[in-house]
C-alpha cells in the first residue's frame, strides 16, 4: 500500500473502456459472446464485514492524506509489518510510524488514493485485500506498485497485520493527450453478432479528446456513452472519464506499452455495482487497432477475458 522504495507509489485501478457495454448489473458475454448470468451477491454478514475493512482503508487513507504518522500506524495491529519489495521490513506501530513520519518529511505535499482490485474474506477474523494507489507528487514523479494487505478483527475493528509492496517501473514519458491524436475519427467494430461504433474528436479548446460511441447489441438493444481523455498535469499521466446513458460512470489511468496503451479502470455501473478493468489496445496501423479487456470484475465476482477485438476507421475516414 503504500511506500516502497521510500514511498509506495501505488496507482489507482480505475475503470474507462473504450469497447462500451463491456458490463451490464448482473450479467456478462463470454468469450464468444453468449449471455451469462454473474451472481454479484454477498451475504449480509460478510458484506457487512467487507464494507468495514473497505472504510478502515479509507481511514488509512485518510491518516496519509493528513500527513499523520501515528494515525497512520495505528491502522495496523500492534504487532503488524510493512514490508517493501527490496525486502525491507519495520515491525510494530512505533517502527511504521517512524518511518510514515521520514515519508511525510521527503514528501510534504504528497497524497494518496487507492483502488482495491480484490477483497475476501479467508474466516470470520481474517481477510485479504489487493489492489493499487497512487502517491502524488512521489520523490521520482509518478511511480507504480501492488499492494496485497492482511486484515486481522481485533474486538469490533479490522486492523492491518501484514502489508507487502509489488514495485513496477514508471512508464515511459508521455506529453499529453495529443499523444492520442490518431484516434481522431469515426471507428467501428463488429464482434459477434455486436457492432460498435465511435466517433472521436478534440473538445473543450483541444484539451480532452471526446469519444462517443454506440453499441448494438445482438438482440437489437442499443447502449450509448461518451468517454473524455486528457492529461493529469499533477500525476503526469493520461486519464480518462466515462459516462454511459444507464447512468455508469467510470475513471482510468493509461500508460504506454509497446505500441499501444493500457487503461485501469475502476468504476460502477448505473445500478451502483463495482466494476474494474485493464482494457489494452495495441495499434496495428494509422487505420486499425486491437482492443481486449481482462482482468474484469464485477461486484464480487470475476469475469473471463474478451477476445482481442479488431477495431477499424470509417472507410471514409481511412481515405482521407
Same mark, same amino acid.
Given at each position: 500500500?503504500?511506500?516502497?522504495?521510500?514511498?509506495?507509489?501505488?496507482?489507482?485501478?480505475?475503470?474507462?473502456?473504450?469497447?462500451?457495454?463491456?458490463?451490464?448489473?448482473?450479467?456478462?458475454?463470454?468469450?464468444?459472446?453468449?449471455?451469462?448470468?454473474?451472481?454479484?451477491?454477498?451475504?449480509?454478514?460478510?458484506?457487512?464485514?467487507?464494507?468495514?475493512?473497505?472504510?478502515?482503508?479509507?481511514?488509512?487513507?485518510?491518516?496519509?492524506?493528513?500527513?499523520?504518522?501515528?494515525?497512520?500506524?495505528?491502522?495496523?495491529?500492534?504487532?503488524?509489518?510493512?514490508?517493501?519489495?527490496?525486502?525491507?521490513?519495520?515491525?510494530?506501530?512505533?517502527?511504521?510510524?517512524?518511518?510514515?513520519?521520514?515519508?511525510?518529511?521527503?514528501?510534504?505535499?504528497?497524497?494518496?488514493?487507492?483502488?482495491?482490485?480484490?477483497?475476501?474474506?479467508?474466516?470470520?477474523?481474517?481477510?485479504?485485500?489487493?489492489?493499487?494507489?497512487?502517491?502524488?507528487?512521489?520523490?521520482?514523479?509518478?511511480?507504480?506498485?501492488?499492494?496485497?494487505?492482511?486484515?486481522?478483527?481485533?474486538?469490533?475493528?479490522?486492523?492491518?497485520?501484514?502489508?507487502?509492496?509489488?514495485?513496477?517501473?514508471?512508464?515511459?514519458?508521455?506529453?499529453?493527450?495529443?499523444?492520442?491524436?490518431?484516434?481522431?475519427?469515426?471507428?467501428?467494430?463488429?464482434?459477434?453478432?455486436?457492432?460498435?461504433?465511435? *466517433?472521436?474528436?478534440?473538445?473543450?479548446?483541444?484539451?480532452?479528446?471526446?469519444?462517443?460511441?454506440?453499441?448494438?447489441?445482438?438482440?437489437?438493444?442499443?447502449?450509448?456513452?461518451?468517454?473524455?481523455?486528457?492529461?493529469?498535469?499533477?500525476?503526469?499521466?493520461?486519464?480518462?472519464?466515462?459516462?454511459?446513458?444507464?447512468?455508469?460512470?467510470?475513471?482510468?489511468?493509461?500508460?504506454?506499452?509497446?505500441?499501444?496503451?493500457?487503461?485501469?479502470?475502476?468504476?460502477?455501473?448505473?445500478?451502483?455495482?463495482?466494476?474494474?478493468?485493464?482494457?489494452?489496445?495495441?495499434?496495428?496501423?494509422?487505420?486499425?487497432?486491437?482492443?481486449?479487456?481482462?482482468?474484469?470484475?464485477?461486484?464480487?465476482?470475476?469475469?473471463?477475458?474478451?477476445?482481442?477485438?479488431? *477495431?477499424?476507421?470509417?472507410?471514409?475516414?481511412?481515405?482521407?
Amino acid at each position: 500500500m503504500r511506500f516502497g522504495n521510500d514511498i509506495a507509489i501505488v496507482t489507482l485501478s480505475l475503470f474507462a473502456t473504450l469497447a462500451p457495454g463491456v458490463y451490464s448489473q448482473d450479467s456478462a458475454r463470454g468469450e464468444k459472446g453468449e449471455q451469462k448470468t454473474v451472481s454479484t451477491q454477498v451475504s449480509a454478514p460478510d458484506e457487512s464485514e467487507l464494507e468495514s475493512i473497505r472504510k478502515q482503508s479509507q481511514v488509512f487513507v485518510s491518516a496519509f492524506n493528513k500527513h499523520d504518522a501515528k494515525a497512520v500506524a495505528e491502522c495496523w495491529t500492534e504487532t503488524g509489518e510493512f514490508i517493501d519489495d527490496s525486502g525491507k521490513r519495520w515491525a510494530g506501530r512505533e517502527e511504521i510510524e517512524k518511518a510514515y513520519a521520514e515519508v511525510f518529511a521527503n514528501g510534504p505535499h504528497a497524497e494518496m488514493q487507492i483502488a482495491i482490485e480484490s477483497l475476501r474474506l479467508l474466516s470470520k477474523d481474517t481477510a485479504i485485500e489487493e489492489g493499487r494507489s497512487v502517491v502524488v507528487p512521489g520523490p521520482n514523479g509518478t511511480g507504480v506498485c501492488r499492494y496485497t494487505a492482511i486484515h486481522v478483527k481485533v474486538g469490533e475493528q479490522w486492523l492491518m497485520a501484514s502489508v507487502r509492496d509489488q514495485w513496477i517501473e514508471a512508464p515511459p514519458a508521455v506529453r499529453s493527450a495529443a499523444d492520442l491524436e490518431w484516434m481522431i475519427g469515426s471507428w467501428i467494430a463488429e464482434e459477434h453478432g455486436i457492432r460498435m461504433e465511435s *466517433i472521436c474528436s478534440w473538445a473543450v479548446n483541444d484539451r480532452f479528446l471526446e469519444r462517443k460511441y454506440t453499441t448494438t447489441q445482438v438482440d437489437g438493444s442499443v447502449t450509448t456513452g461518451v468517454q473524455l481523455i486528457g492529461w493529469n498535469p499533477q500525476g503526469k499521466f493520461v486519464q480518462s472519464w466515462d459516462f454511459s446513458a444507464d447512468g455508469g460512470h467510470s475513471v482510468g489511468v493509461w500508460t504506454p506499452t509497446e505500441g499501444g496503451w493500457q487503461a485501469e479502470v475502476q468504476g460502477m455501473t448505473g445500478a451502483g455495482v463495482p466494476t474494474s478493468a485493464v482494457n489494452v489496445m495495441r495499434r496495428l496501423d494509422g487505420n486499425a487497432s486491437v482492443w481486449q479487456s481482462v482482468r474484469r470484475t464485477l461486484g464480487q465476482a470475476s469475469l473471463p477475458d474478451t477476445d482481442e477485438i479488431v *477495431i477499424r476507421r470509417r472507410q471514409q475516414d481511412a481515405a482521407k
